[in-house]
């Protein structure tokens, strides 16, 4: 149903700078929310950030507390972006974006995978 490629990822020096890009196609009408998700191995996918995006227009916007202040998300047209600096080497990961809504058409928990129905595969970031 919905397709989606994310981009932007990279390696960087501690303390710096990198902006992902998240770009979503094929049938997006509906779309309630969107996040990222960080996937390294031995732990489960966690949130990042999310946001709403209900009427194409963005609103409530969630973070894990250990990326506030340093990391933003943003919506606009069906694409979303993370706008990351002050890196740690502990962001280090597969940013994965992801889409979706639940059978109601709205999204309730930003912060857990069950909202999302659309994944993408994902870009690495990997900060030393």
């Known amino acids: 149903h919905v397709q989606l490629v994310e981009s932007g990822g990279g390696s960087v020096q501690a303390g710096g700078s990198l902006k992902l890009s998240c770009v979503a196609s094929?049938?997006?009408?509906?779309?309630?929310?969107m996040g990222w998700f960080r996937q390294v191995p031995g732990k489960q996918r966690e949130a990042v950030a999310g946001?709403?995006?209900?009427?194409?227009?963005?609103?409530y916007p969630y973070y894990d507390d250990s990326v506030k202040g340093r990391l933003t998300i943003s919506y606009e047209k069906n694409r979303v972006y993370l706008e990351m600096n002050s890196l740690k080497v502990e962001d280090t990961g597969m940013y994965v974006c992801?889409?979706?809504?639940?059978?109601?058409?709205?999204?309730?928990?930003?912060?857990?995978?069950?909202?999302?129905?659309?994944w993408g595969q994902g870009t690495q970031v990997t900060v030393s």
């Open positions: 094929g049938n997006t009408y509906g779309t309630a929310c």
């Open positions: 992801a889409a979706g809504k639940r059978s109601d058409g709205r999204c309730y928990q930003l912060r857990r995978r069950t909202d999302y129905g659309a």
């Open positions: 946001i709403v995006t209900d009427g194409g227009v963005p609103s």
